[in-house]
Nanobody, 118 residues
Framework: QVQLVESGGALVQAGGSLKLSCLAS????????RRWYRQAPGKQRELVAG???????NYADSVKGRFTISRDNAKNTIYLQMNSLKPEDTAVYYC????????????WGQGTQVTISS
């Protein structure tokens, strides 16, 4: 089992920045892919960014150039640096750790609220 705890969500003005964190504990050695998702009210949860054990990253088109995913293995933490925030970035942000690239076995955090005011 892997336990995930997100933090860093807040209310900020459009154009501002936030950095989310996801602290992991448990059987982390089994994890190959680490991802950030978000879910806005009335919408489906969507993939925001991901990073593999090799450090390969991918991003949703809507956040490319504004968001950066990173990890600190020593701290068992991944981050999501979010810049130039827009009201449409408002959502609950979740981290998800996967044991394989297909995420057939995965673990979710409880989410952290990000609200961007215009």
């Amino acid at each position: 089992q892997v336990q995930l705890v997100e933090s860093g969500g807040a209310l900020v003005q459009a154009g501002g920045s936030l950095k989310l964190s996801c602290l992991a504990s448990g059987r982390i050695f089994s994890i190959n892919v680490r991802r950030w998702y978000r879910q806005a009210p009335g919408k489906q949860r969507e993939l925001v960014a991901g990073i593999t054990n090799d450090g390969i990253t991918n991003y949703a088109d809507s956040v490319k150039g504004r968001f950066t995913i990173s990890r600190d293995n020593a701290k068992n933490t991944i981050y999501l640096q979010m810049n130039s925030l827009k009201p449409e970035d408002t959502a609950v942000y979740y981290c998800r750790y996967c044991t394989g690239y297909g995420c057939y076995e995965s673990y979710w955090g409880q989410g952290t609220q990000v609200t961007i005011s215009s």
